[in-house]
């Protein structure tokens, strides 16, 4: 993942050697640790880059999140074209990609983690609108030719929300779909 996102980048703005090993080091501890466990101080010590030029680069941690966000919402829509090409069915192709990140998020407190955060912070969090209204009129808009663009926003909005609540309705940072107890006892 991190050679593609430097590879992405590096179409649209090449990076140098330095914010290259900015950029692993703080994807690797994104992905290892969770974005809010993650410091500038500890990706000085995994990059070996001394956190003012970091903070040169990248004027705050959410600034490293959004390239993580960025090649995280590329791979999201690689999932849907590739499973749209095996079924041809939108909708089932849209609810996989759906379902494997909140399986992810269930399963991994980093990753619940890393998406909370970017659904946490505005400049994130307007990167994954975006992408998403984006994303669902490409996907769905044969199934909803009245529809324009403003209209798939405007539901994004509302969908963003939504997904935005259900990583916040966490114990222990996992989501909960059925009524179960989770390890420290609260009843789901």
Request: aromatic share 10%; with cysteine; charged share 25%.
């Amino acid at each position: 993942m991190i050679n593609s996102i430097v590879n992405r980048h590096n179409r649209l703005n090449p990076f140098s050697e330095a914010q290259i090993s900015i950029v692993r080091a703080a994807t690797k501890l994104f992905l290892e640790n969770g974005y809010t466990k993650t410091t500038f101080k500890i990706i000085e010590k995994e990059s070996g880059i001394k956190v003012g030029n970091i903070t040169y680069y990248f004027h705050s941690k959410e600034d490293l999140l959004k390239v993580l966000i960025e090649e995280l919402m590329d791979f999201h829509a690689q999932t849907i074209e590739d499973i749209h090409k095996n079924t041809d069915d939108t909708l089932f192709a849209y609810a996989m990609e759906i379902t494997a990140q909140i399986a992810l998020c269930e399963h991994s407190q980093s990753a619940w983690d890393l998406y909370s955060s970017a659904y946490t912070l505005p400049q994130t969090y307007d990167h994954i609108k975006i992408w998403a209204a984006e994303k669902n009129f490409n996907l769905l808009h044969e199934r909803l030719p009245q529809w324009t663009e403003h209209d798939f926003k405007d539901v994004e909005e509302v969908a963003s929300g939504i997904e935005y609540a259900a990583l916040k309705s966490v114990c222990t940072g996992r989501i909960y779909h059925t009524r179960r107890v989770c390890g420290n006892g609260c009843k789901i």
